[in-house]
């Protein structure tokens, strides 16, 4: 197994013997660029992540310590504890920005 990982390495390596084209270098782009936009369109890792930690939700929401703990008394926003770590669904997050959501005045 580490035989056929070397071979691969090897066979992928630039030697100084060899040439990098103009269309090698066009070919490496268009990967790049494919790559970044699969990355961008995925939305960004914060979205992506189901559960946030504490440390997390007062950033996202810009409150302290103890404002987030008065929110977890006050049941506004629910939480699951493991060990002493608690975590935050994101979606609970969401539904309690759109739930103190105001109208837009007309």
Request: no cysteine; proline share 1%; net charge positive.
């Amino acid at each position: 197994m580490e035989k056929k990982g070397k071979q691969t390495e090897e066979s992928s390596a630039l030697y100084a013997h060899q040439l990098v084209t103009l269309a090698d270098l066009e070919k490496f782009k268009e990967q790049m660029l494919s790559e970044m936009r699969r990355l961008l369109a995925g939305g960004g890792a914060q979205h992506s992540k189901q559960w946030l930690k504490s440390r997390e939700v007062r950033k996202l929401l810009d409150i302290s310590p103890g404002k987030l703990h008065a929110m977890r008394l006050s049941r506004q926003l629910s939480f699951m504890r493991i060990g002493g770590v608690i975590y935050y669904d994101r979606a609970d997050i969401d539904k309690m920005f759109e739930k103190f959501k105001t109208a837009a005045v007309k």
